[in-house]
């Protein structure tokens, strides 16, 4: 009988510091993966957090890491060669089948990029595999800007916009990414796939301005990967109604997303 609460041992790779406060830590690790799923990382002494994959690679995982407590201090004082202890994937993800063939829109606000970044980076590398890709992504201000070699590489693969939520600066779009929703370009609003993800506030704004533009429920996505606690449902702390975010999401179709707002 095994423990589904035992983790394994991976390695750092390396190390991308994005902010002062948010670093993406590539961890080894071998096995299938979504974008949207999470792992816990877990440090003898200190605790275990959950943490959105943003990016999967042949031998590896990318984690991108907000340092906001005592776990998440602690990782920050481990360095490339040293390891941490992680267990999962846990959830569901997002499911490249349920956005081919459509007009793809992602819109993200903050750490929200992390757990789409999946999506996003491969649609722009398939841009065959949908018919239109829009990405709209917001951030508090520059500084706090993630992904930025990203970003460059995205400019060219889809129709982006990035915007702060103010800046003095020249050259920066500037507002939360509710005032970019209603600018989107549609063939067939029926043939649209709607990704939303980031701070419960942002999500329910969003998709309400897609609901002014009459998108369907089933035509939208949102994570409440804010949620995630246990990975196993045994806490209770991701419990909403009759739903557990660790099993039955953190990805939800708004379908079953509408009723999860708090």
């Known amino acids: 009988m095994t423990n589904e609460y035992m983790p394994f041992l991976s390695q750092i790779k390396e190390i991308i510091k994005h902010t002062d406060t948010e670093y993406t830590f590539c961890m080894t690790y071998k096995g299938e993966v979504k974008p949207g799923q999470f792992f816990e990382i877990s440090i ?25 407590g005592k776990v998440t201090n602690e990782i920050f004082e ?3 060669g040293k390891s941490l202890f992680m267990r999962g994937p846990y959830g569901n993800g997002f499911l490249p089948e349920d ?5 793809l829109i ?32 917001g951030f ?10 990203d970003l460059k590489r995205w400019k060219d693969q889809m129709d982006l916009t990035v915007t702060v939520d103010a800046s003095e600066e020249p050259g920066y779009k500037t507002g939360l990414v509710t005032k970019y929703i209603p600018d989107l370009v549609f063939e067939n609003k029926k043939d649209a796939a709607i990704i939303v993800v980031g701070p419960p506030v942002m999500m329910k704004f969003a998709v309400a301005e897609f609901k002014k533009l009459d998108i369907e429920d089933e035509n ?18 991701c419990r909403m109604g009759d739903t557990y975010i660790c099993l ?4 939800f179709n708004y379908t079953e997303g509408k009723k999860l707002f708090d």
């Open 220 to 237: 939208i996505w949102i994570s409440q990967e804010r949620k995630m606690c246990c990975g196993l449902g045994k806490c209770g702390h």
């Open 78 to 80: 481990n360095q490339v």
């Open 99 to 103: 956005y081919e063939g459509k007009e």
């Open 140 to 149: 508090k201000s520059r500084k706090e800007i993630l992904f930025k070699e």
């Open 106 to 137: 992602v819109v993200a606000g903050g750490t929200g990029v992390s757990p789409v970044r999946g999506v996003i980076d491969y649609f722009g590398k398939h841009r065959e595999d949908v018919k239109s890709l829009q990405v709209i992504v």
């Open 44 to 68: 003898p002494k200190y605790g275990e957090a959950p943490i959105s994959v943003s990016g999967i690679g042949e031998d590896h995982v990318d984690l991108t890491i907000r340092k906001v």
């Open 248 to 251: 039955d999401g953190p990805v």
